[in-house]
C-alpha cells in the first residue's frame, strides 16, 4: 500500500523549549495512518499545561493536565472527507512524562501521537481487549518507525517503583 497523503496543521501555543519539528510530527501520524486511511487531515496543537487542564476538564471532568487529548471529527462517513479531527498534546506533561518513563523524548513524542491518531481512527483503550488491540498495533508503528515498544519500558519502569509511587502509563487521556 502506498503511503497515505497526510495533512498535518501545527499550532505551536507554547514557549516551551525541545519541541519537534513539524517534518517529524508528519511522519508519526504519517505511520498511524498508514494501512488504515489512504488520506488524513489532522489539527495538532502543542499546548502548556493550563490550557491542556481546562480542556481535561472541559471535555474529561479531569482537573489536571494531561499529556494528549484527541477530538475526532464528527463527519458522516458517507461524505468521504479526509478530516480526522484534532490533538491537542501537553509540552510539559510529555516532557516529564519522558523523563519519569527514562525515554527519550523523541520517542515519547513519537508514541502520544501516534497514540493521540489512533483515537482519532477509532480506536480505544477503555475495555482490556481494546486496550490490548490498541497497544499492539501502537507498538508494531513504534516499531516501524526504529522506536521500542512503549509499553515494555513501562512496565519495567513501573516494576521498579512499584512500592514507592505510580508512573503514568503515557497514555494518560
Known amino acids: 500500500m502506498a503511503e497515505p497523503v497526510v495533512e498535518l496543521d501545527v499550532q505551536r501555543a507554547t514557549t516551551y523549549p525541545n519541541l519537534p519539528e513539524d517534518q517529524d510530527l508528519l ?6 495512518v498508514s494501512g488504515l486511511r489512504d488520506e488524513a487531515e489532522i489539527s495538532l496543537r502543542i499546548v502548556d499545561e493550563d490550557e491542556s ?5 472541559q471535555y474529561r471532568g479531569k482537573d489536571k493536565p494531561t499529556n494528549v487529548l484527541s477530538f475526532p ?3 458522516p462517513e458517507e461524505l468521504g472527507l479526509p478530516l480526522l479531527g ?3 498534546i501537553c509540552a ?3 516532557a516529564s512524562e519522558a523523563e519519569q518513563q527514562h525515554k527519550a523524548l523523541a520517542a515519547h513524542w513519537a508514541h502520544m501521537v501516534v497514540h493521540g491518531t489512533l483515537h482519532l481512527l477509532g480506536y480505544d483503550h477503555i475495555e482490556d481487549d481494546e486496550a490490548e488491540i490498541m497497544e499492539n498495533l501502537e507498538t508494531r508503528i513504534m516499531a516501524r518507525m526504529g522506536f521500542s515498544d512503549p509499553y515494555a519500558i513501562i512496565e519495567e519502569s513501573a516494576q521498579q517503583t ?3 509511587h505510580k508512573l503514568s502509563d503515557g497514555t494518560d487521556e
Not at 511522519?27 to 498511524?32: F, M
Not at 487542564?53 to 476538564?57: D, G, P, R, S, V
Open 27 to 32: 511522519q508519526w501520524a504519517i505511520a498511524a
Open 53 to 57: 487542564q481546562a480542556l481535561n476538564l
Open 73 to 75: 471529527a464528527d463527519i
Open 86 to 88: 484534532d490533538l491537542v
Open 92 to 94: 510539559q506533561v510529555v
Open 162 to 164: 512499584a512500592d514507592s
